[in-house]
Structure formats: structure tokens, C-alpha cells
């Protein structure tokens, strides 16, 4: 099996000729140390070298080329990150009508043309490739707002909060499609990343995931089903509470299976 061929069978049947690999995203730090031990120059060359069988390449993380220079979401206003909790441009928000007068990104400024060409040489490479893009509504809805205001704001102003996720989303879902529709046949699956869980439990309430999570995560799953395409899902923490609700959005694979988060054992995790 070449490795894209491994990959499709693992996320389809659970099971190929042997246990699937991905070296997964090592910190910048300690690529020196792999660079120089195996004797690459880059993660693609490192990723080659130990037999990865898929590539991850995300759209929006590494392919947005805005020419002032702006980010795909400005949500600090300018300002340098501190936190967390740091107040985002709607901590403040209570209409509607800021969320819709906020200038916000155009899909037209990630350069698909670099994309393919990444993928194309993954691909050639014999590797399956996880892409779209990494969609992390979660965490930037919540640094719109700054995290501790977003909860309190699913409460206080709901309102809100859904038409900031619905931005969001907008852009995503778009940038989604237009990816499916140039180059969704080198594309094995859709690998998106939101961080659910602290090492204790959900973020938030399994009721307030339901209300202001699921309903959008879905959304990517169901668009990319209709591609044709896998879901994998990276989410860190003790998200036990709501694995079920995921398994039955559509999800195809969890990242990581952190078994050290509570909950989130070897035999709870099987079951």
C-alpha cells in the first residue's frame, strides 16, 4: 500500500496492511534536532523520511497572502497578545450591527496556487493529504470576544455571539468550497482543529457546546461529506462528554486520544 492508499483505508475501514504514521506538527524548537539527526532540511524532507503517510496542509494557516499584510482576522483590533482572557474587538458588543459593519476577510487572498502545488508534491510523494481548512472557529470566535467574556456572552448575549460565529463560519465554509471545487479530488480529508477540552472536562457546558458549537461544526462536516471527503478532528483535553455528539456529527477520526486528560482512558475511549 502507498501511503495515501493506507490512509483511505484506515479512515474508511479502520484498518490496512499495518498501523498508520504521521510524525504530527513537532514545535519549532525541536526541529533542529530532528534536522540534523536524519539529515533533512525541512518538515516535508522529515515527514518523507519517517514514512509519514499523509500530509497536513492547512489553507488558511499557511497559504493566506493578504497584500497590506492583514491577518485573515484581525481580533485584537492591532493589539499584541497577552491572554487568553485578553478582551477581543466585541468584548463590549451588544449589536448585531457591529458584528455586520466589521471588515472581514476576503477567501480571494489565499493563494490556491501555492496550495495545489504543495499538495501536488505530497501526492507524488505516494502520501494521503489532509487538507482544507484548519477552521478553528472556536478559538476565534472566543479571542473576538476574549474566552472568559465569549461564556459569559453565551449567556448575556447570545445574539451576538452566534452572528460573530456566523462570520467566522461564512468565510470557512466559502474558502471550503472553493478548495473542493479546484482540487477536491487531491484532497483524502478534512482535517480541522478546535480545542474542546481543558485536562478536566469541556470548556464548556455539553449544553452550550450543543447551542454554540455543534450546529456549526457540522456544517464543515456535512460540506465536506457532500465532497466526498473524510473528517478528521484535532481537539486537546478531556472532551469525553462530547465525543458521542461528534461521532454523530459525521467525524471519521479524533486527534489526539489524550489519555491523560480525565475521562479519556483506554477502555472509556474503545467504548
Known amino acids: 500500500m502507498t501511503g495515501r492508499e493506507r490512509y483511505r483505508a484506515l479512515l ?10 504521521w510524525m504530527g506538527n513537532p514545535h519549532d524548537d525541536t526541529l533542529p534536532a530532528y534536522y540534523s539527526f536524519f539529515r533533512v532540511n525541512s518538515k516535508e524532507e522529515l515527514g518523507h523520511k519517517l514514512h509519514d503517510d499523509f500530509a497536513w ?6 497559504y493566506w497572502r493578504h497584500p497590506q499584510g492583514e491577518p485573515i482576522f484581525d481580533l485584537l483590533g492591532g493589539k499584541a497578545r497577552h491572554s487568553l482572557g485578553q478582551p477581543g474587538v466585541f468584548a463590549e458588543c451588544e449589536d448585531v450591527r457591529e458584528v455586520e459593519a466589521f471588515h472581514w476577510p476576503d477567501v480571494k487572498h489565499i493563494d490556491l496556487a501555492l496550495l495545489e502545488s504543495d499538495i501536488d508534491r505530497a501526492l507524488a510523494r505516494g502520501m494521503g493529504v489532509a487538507g482544507g481548512t484548519w ?6 470566535v472566543a479571542d473576538f470576544f476574549g474566552m472568559e467574556n465569549y461564556f459569559i456572552k453565551m449567556y448575556t448575549d447570545p445574539g451576538v455571539v452566534q452572528a460573530v460565529t456566523e462570520r467566522v463560519m461564512a468565510f470557512y465554509l466559502e474558502a471550503n468550497q472553493l478548495i473542493y471545487e479546484k482540487m477536491g479530488g487531491k484532497i483524502d480529508a478534512l482535517f480541522l482543529g478546535n480545542d474542546f477540552g481543558s485536562q478536566l472536562d469541556l470548556l464548556i457546558s455539553p449544553e452550550s457546546f450543543q447551542t454554540f458549537v455543534l450546529p456549526y ?3 464543515l462536516i456535512d460540506q465536506a461529506k457532500r465532497a466526498g471527503k473524510y473528517v478528521m478532528l484535532h ?13 454523530d456529527a459525521g467525524i471519521d477520526a ?7 486528560a480525565r475521562g479519556m482512558n483506554a477502555e472509556n475511549l474503545a467504548k
Not at 57 to 62: G, R, T, V
Open 12 to 21: 474508511q475501514n479502520r484498518k490496512a496492511d499495518k498501523a498508520g504514521f
Open 217 to 219: 461544526f457540522k456544517q
Open 235 to 247: 481537539s486537546c483535553g478531556a472532551i469525553d462528554r462530547a465525543i458521542p455528539m461528534l461521532i
Open 135 to 140: 477552521s478553528c472557529f472556536f478559538h476565534i
Open 57 to 62: 496542509i492547512p489553507a488558511d494557516l499557511n
Open 254 to 260: 479524533l486527534h489526539p486520544l489524550q489519555a491523560k
